[in-house]
C-alpha cells in the first residue's frame, strides 16, 4: 500500500524533528535557496518504481523541516528530486539543470541524515553531512 502526504515546509510554524534534512544554497548568489520545490521518493523493495512520499518547498533558509517522520523513515534506496529549472526561472534566469536528483542509500534508519545541495546555473554539488 502507497499513500502520500503533502507537506508544504515553508508555511511549518513548528519544524518536526526528521531523521533526514537537506539544505539548499544559491552559491552563485550566496544565499539559500528560498521555495524550491522538492520531492521525496523511496524505491519499491519489489519493482523498479519509485514511490512518493512527501513534497515540499524549501523555507526562507533553504531548508525544509520535518520531511519525513522517525517511523516512517525505513532502510532502503531514496531519491530527493530538487525542481532547480523552476527555482532559477522564478528568478529570471535560466540554468543547465532542470532537476537534481539525489539517490542514496539507508542501511541504519537510527542515524541522522542530512543531504545538503550546493548550486549555482551550471553546477551542483552534494555529500553526506552531519
Avoid at 519489489?46 to 512518493?52: A, D, H
Avoid at 532559477?88 to 542501511?107: K, M
Wanted: hydrophobic share 40%; glycine share 6%; charged share 15%.
Amino acid at each position: 500500500m502507497t499513500f502520500k502526504m503533502i507537506l508544504i515546509c515553508a508555511e511549518m510554524t513548528t519544524p518536526l524533528l526528521s531523521p533526514l534534512t537537506t539544505h539548499v544554497l544559491n552559491t552563485g548568489r550566496g544565499i539559500p535557496a528560498a521555495n524550491m520545490n522538492l520531492s521525496l521518493y523511496l524505491l519499491d523493495a519489489t519493482s523498479p518504481s519509485w514511490n512518493l512520499l512527501r513534497t515540499g518547498a524549501t523555507n526562507d533558509d533553504g531548508r525544509c523541516p520535518g520531511l519525513i517522520t522517525r517511523e516512517a523513515f525505513i532502510p532502503g534506496v531514496y531519491k530527493m528530486r530538487f525542481e532547480t529549472g523552476q527555482y532559477w526561472e522564478a528568478l529570471g534566469e535560466t540554468c543547465f539543470y532542470p532537476h537534481i536528483e539525489i539517490v542514496f542509500t539507508i542501511i541504519d534508519a537510527s542515524q541522522k541524515f542530512h543531504v545538503p545541495l550546493l548550486l549555482s546555473r551550471f553546477s551542483y554539488s552534494t555529500y553526506r553531512g552531519s
